[in-house]
């Protein structure tokens, strides 16, 4: 039987990405009662990478990253979960592939992180 991972930030990406289903039991498998948020959003953007460069559909990443950053607005402390778990993740590659569909939040985080501001202050 597979351990429940109590964590507002799984529970929203599982409600919302029913495609990453497969790859989040993986990751119970693997990880068990040590698997965390960042462990999933870490996998998650590889997710993302992989439907940018592969036959994936602009609707599972639209999907990806509205998620993404109803996580990062919503979750007290899903700015620095999204940013440190998840965009620093996205391959730089992908990252112009992928910027387009940003929410407003996550757009913002990626645009202090990737563009070198910083991220000292990441709850305003």
Do not use: W
């Amino acid at each position: 039987m597979r351990p429940q991972i109590d964590d507002a930030a799984i529970t929203l990406l599982r409600k919302e990405l029913p495609e990453f289903e497969d790859h989040y039991l993986d990751l119970v498998d693997i990880y068990d009662e040590d698997l965390t948020p960042e462990i999933v959003l870490m996998e998650l953007a590889d997710f993302v990478a992989n439907l940018v460069t592969g036959a994936g559909n602009d609707v599972a990443l639209e999907r990806c990253l509205t998620a993404i950053d109803e996580l990062a607005a919503s979750n007290e402390d899903g700015r620095e979960l999204v940013a440190y778990s998840f965009l620093i993740e996205l391959p730089p590659g992908t990252r112009g592939a992928v910027a387009p569909y940003f929410g407003p939040v996550a757009a913002d985080l990626a645009e202090r992180l990737y563009g070198g501001e910083g991220l000292e202050d990441l709850r305003s």
